[in-house]
T-cell receptor, first 115, second 113 residues
Framework: AQSVTQLGSHVSVSEGALVLLRCNYS??????LFWYVQYPNQGLQLLLK????ATLVKGINGFEAEFKKSETSFHLTKPSAHMSDAAEYFC?????????????WGAGTKLIIKP | DAGITQSPRHKVTETGTPVTLRCHQT?????MYWYRQDPGHGLRLIHY???????DKGEVSDGYSVSRSKTEDFLLTLESATSSQTSVYFC????????????FGQGTRLTVV
């Protein structure tokens, strides 16, 4: 079965600094990969996804992620952090079970932005 | 915003009582999901549906049942609530399964005392 590991339950960066949130998955088969963001007291919202094609994926709010098959990674980056980026970020990967696909989720990384 | 409504948004109930959470969508999406969110665990799938009356178990289905008699409604029932089921519950919908974006409801905060 698939598993997803997000390194660091909390990541703190200064406003204007690079944001790097790490995600590794376990799979020998190229999966579908997703990053979602959750603002306080809200549901999750899709940031970006990789299905096929270009391995560098651009999403909303200036975020991007690169699929690296050899490293089984899908790290999320943003060149310059903004206060409004403070939220919890979840990585997810597709997994097939009983002929249906499900999403397997990482535990989440809370991004803290320091002024 | 995708049309997903969860009700109730907050509920406090006593151990041993039955509880039903409702998810209603206006998008006519085929797939509907119930997740629970607990600190340190991310989201864990409870049950999902891939059509009317077609449902399957997720990784944490024990103690939960679901029903989907109409495309727009997906009900999650805790037959006899326990304190371990205190959590935030999210409903999600997607058009074609995990290849397409999942849209989430606002969540239901359930406390079992």
């Amino acid at each position: 079965a698939q598993s997803v590991t997000q390194l660091g339950s909390h990541v703190s960066v200064s406003e204007g600094a690079l944001v790097l949130l790490r995600c590794n998955y376990s799979s020998s088969v190229p999966p579908y990969l997703f990053w979602y963001v959750q603002y306080p007291n809200q549901g999750l919202q899709l940031l970006l996804k990789y299905t096929t094609g270009a391995t560098l994926v651009k999403g909303i709010n200036g975020f991007e992620a690169e699929f690296k098959k050899s490293e089984t990674s899908f790290h999320l980056t943003k060149p310059s952090a903004h206060m409004s980026d403070a939220a919890e970020y979840f990585c997810a990967v597709s997994d097939k079970k009983n002929s249906n696909y499900q999403l397997i989720w990482g535990a989440g990384t809370k991004l803290i932005i320091k002024p | 915003d995708a049309g997903i409504t969860q009700s109730p948004r907050h509920k406090v109930t006593e151990t041993g009582t039955p509880v039903t959470l409702r998810c209603h969508q206006t998008e006519n999406h085929r797939y509907m999901y119930w997740y629970r969110q607990d600190p340190g665990h991310g989201l864990r799938l409870i049950h999902y549906s891939y059509g009317v009356k077609d449902t399957d178990k997720g990784e944490v289905s024990d103690g939960y049942s679901v029903s989907r008699s109409k495309t727009e409604d997906f009900l999650l029932t805790l037959e006899s609530a326990t304190s371990s089921q205190t959590s935030v519950y999210f409903c999600a919908i997607s058009e074609s399964g995990v290849r397409t974006e999942a849209f989430f409801g606002q969540g239901t905060r359930l406390t079992v005392v």
